[in-house]
């Protein structure tokens, strides 16, 4: 146990479905993170907040929409997906707001599948 | 730019035996952390160890231990006897002191124990 929870583990979604991810961690920690895991490729940074303000958006297209409502919550809005975005989204905290050297807690993930 | 290689893609060992995991890294920063992460079946990714480049002593941690060159720009984790529960994808990370640069992950290694 992480102390960061992602909800729904599993998700199946159409080209045309908007959903969200989300995530919470109760560490009290200042920044959170969102990352991809696709097969065969090392992980991607998507976006950080720190202190609930985006500090680090890596290129990702505006089909995926983070909102992080306080510091204890993030969430990932899909919509109009792809199939190439099916993969494992990650969602991690750390405890210092500039992060960039610290230990990250992750959580387990949410496999995400678009058809 | 950062780079993280993790050249062995996948390994299978037999219980007991012991089994070492690359890890190359790239920077031309002089100040820098090199993380180990384990990801299990679960899927969440659990922090090991972090190294800054000021400390090139080798640790030691139960069955686990990290070999850390700079001469090589290696950063190598041995398992000792290793054991069913140790099966996962294992990723080398580094992350460099200078600016606000995200932390850069390697493929990873998945490693499985059989019994």
């Known amino acids: 146990e992480t102390g960061v929870t992602q909800t729904p583990r599993h998700l199946v979604m159409g080209m045309t479905n908007k959903k969200s991810l989300k995530c919470e961690q109760h560490?009290?920690?200042?920044?959170m993170y969102w990352y991809k895991q696709s097969a065969k490729k090392p992980l991607e940074l998507m976006f950080v907040?720190?202190?609930?303000?985006?500090?680090e958006n890596n290129s990702v297209p505006s089909r995926f929409s983070p909102e992080c409502p306080n510091s204890s919550h993030l969430f990932l809005h899909l919509h109009t997906l792809q199939p190439e975005d099916s993969a494992l989204y990650l969602c991690?905290?750390?405890?210092?707001?500039?992060?960039?050297?610290?230990?990250?807690?992750f959580g387990s993930g949410t496999q995400l599948s678009v058809l | 730019a950062q780079k993280v290689t993790q050249a062995q893609t996948e390994i299978s060992v037999v219980e007991k035996e012991d089994v070492t995991l690359d890890c190359v890294y790239e920077?031309?920063?002089?100040?820098?952390?090199l993380f180990w992460y384990k990801q299990p079946p679960s899927g969440e990714l659990v922090f090991l160890i972090r190294?800054?480049?000021?400390?090139?002593q080798n640790e030691i941690s139960g069955r686990y231990s990290w070999n850390f060159q700079k001469s090589t720009s290696s950063f190598n984790f041995t398992i000792t006897a290793s054991q069913v529960v140790d099966s996962a994808v294992y990723f080398c990370?580094?992350?460099?002191?200078?600016?606000?640069?995200?932390?850069?992950f390697g493929k990873g290694t998945r490693l499985s124990v059989i019994a």
């Open positions: 190294r800054n480049s000021f400390d090139e």
């Open positions: 990370a580094l992350s460099v002191f200078s600016g606000n640069t995200p932390l850069v």
């Open positions: 991690a905290s750390s405890q210092d707001p500039q992060g960039t050297n610290e230990k990250l807690f």
């Open positions: 560490l009290g920690h200042n920044a």
């Open positions: 907040y720190s202190l609930e303000e985006r500090v």
């Open positions: 920077t031309r920063d002089t100040t820098y952390y």
